[in-house]
């Protein structure tokens, strides 16, 4: 990709009305833009950078055995009566009627109508178990929007939902996921804690909730320093005592975002709406059921506040929008040009993702704008460099500069960029 003919609006200066680190870099490397308060559209950038993170959920949940799908975001607020639910949310809800004075909602989630879906098809146990999964928009009436999206009225969430004949059975879906979620989260370099939650609205008796320390975090976790371990705030005392794990330091106190939420539901929706299924012994019983959700909008926030520096962003590999970033100082020089198409071809006919910056500007601003949007690899071309042979080689997250034979960067590139690929 060329950037001359891509759409990323960068800006100089820090958007007003921005507290967090990550509201203002997703503005100023032109990632999102803001509709209203708690409303962003997705830019190009912004939007590869969210289609790698779903790449990334698809992968782990298919190889956990779930299976996509995708759910109408309009509701019909009956069904949220039949569980109570259209007064447990009623503070967030999005809730109208139609031309035909039908009631209906904006999902805020999804569980009731994956709970009348499944209690539809699904009969027998020899049909279990079922585990279903949509990457999805929510909406939910935030009355105080806050750190862009990180809590906002309109956003994407993973939502997944197991069936199964038995709490053993649900048991078993459920350390599948919360495998999943473990594996998913490592591939995007976010070091998560792991705590015992609350189920709150959503119901069950066990739930986790996996969460990132960040200063703009809303939830608090207290962390061991040494061994790792980490819990909520809840029966913790003022003292913050020595770790119960490893007994050498006290626990620290931290702010985190959550990231994901997984519950072992049991049969709170299955009962009341009726969704039962026959046993091996002919009789009916509700399903035993699990749901497992991750923020996936609000994964990009926190990637930013995990990985960033004064510059700007600096993305992990499996979810940047591009791989290599390949910058020519002087486009007006032919030797310059012709280096850097050389490379940019023979990159991208080697699988990887370029982005070129291709633009007549000044060479302040391009290392600005590529510090910026944070691209791992970047590659520096100038005639300097070329009276030499060379160009440079420089990785985002340091300031080691790589001079390079020209000759040498495609293979040299390779081994940096896909260090797991055989030459």
């Not at 207290?222 to 020595?242: K, L, S």
């Not at 985002?396 to 020209?406: G, I, M, T, Y």
């Amino acid at each position: 990709m060329r950037w001359s003919h891509y759409f990323i609006p960068t800006l100089k200066e820090i958007p007003a009305g921005t507290e967090a680190v990550s509201h203002q870099l997703l503005l100023r490397a032109g990632l999102i833009n803001m509709v209203t308060a708690g409303v962003y559209s997705y830019l190009p950038l912004g939007w590869r950078i969210l289609n790698r993170i779903q790449d990334i959920i698809r992968d782990e949940m298919n190889a956990a055995g779930a299976h996509e799908l995708l759910l109408s975001c309009l509701q019909p607020l009956d069904i949220w009566k039949r569980t109570g639910r259209d007064e447990t949310l009623k503070d967030v809800m999005i809730r109208f009627q139609d031309q035909r004075k039908r009631e209906l909602c904006l999902g805020p989630t999804h569980e009731e109508i994956i709970t009348e879906l499944v209690g539809h098809y699904v009969q027998s146990y020899r049909q279990l178990p079922v585990t279903l999964y949509q990457i999805q928009t929510k909406f939910r009436d935030e009355l105080r929007p806050r750190f862009g999206i990180v809590r906002a009225c309109e956003f994407i969430m993973k939502d997944a939902y197991s069936f199964d004949k038995d709490v053993p059975s649900m048991q078993a879906s459920y350390q599948r996921m919360y495998a999943a979620y473990e594996k998913v989260f490592k591939k995007m370099d976010l070091d998560v804690v792991i705590i015992t939650a609350e189920s709150g609205a959503m119901g069950g008796d066990v739930s986790h909730e996996f969460l990132v320390p960040a200063p703009i975090g809303e939830d608090m976790v207290f962390i061991c320093p040494q061994c790792g371990y980490a819990q909520g705030p809840g029966g913790v005392p003022d003292n913050e005592p020595r770790c119960p794990r490893c007994s050498r330091t006290k626990l620290q106190r931290q702010a985190a975002i959550e990231l994901g939420h997984v519950f072992q539901l049991g049969t709170k929706y299955s009962q009341s709406l009726g969704a039962f299924y026959v046993d091996e012994n002919g009789q009916q019983k509700p399903f035993i059921m699990g749901c497992y959700g991750i923020g996936v909008s609000r994964l990009i926030a926190a990637l930013i506040e995990c990985h960033h520096d004064q510059q700007g962003i600096i993305w992990p590999a499996k979810v940047a929008p591009f791989e290599v970033e390949i910058l020519p100082l002087q486009v007006q020089e032919q030797v310059v040009m012709q280096t850097a198409e050389e490379l940019y071809t023979a990159l991208s006919r080697s699988g990887i993702e370029v982005l070129m910056d291709d633009r007549d500007e000044s060479a302040g601003r391009k290392f600005n704008d590529a510090d910026l949007i944070g691209i791992p690899w970047r590659v520096t071309i100038g005639t300097k460099g070329l009276r030499q042979g060379n160009l440079e080689i420089k990785q985002r997250k340091d300031d080691q500069h790589q001079a390079v034979p020209v000759k040498e960067a495609l293979a040299t590139l390779m081994a940096l960029v896909r260090p797991d690929r055989n030459h």
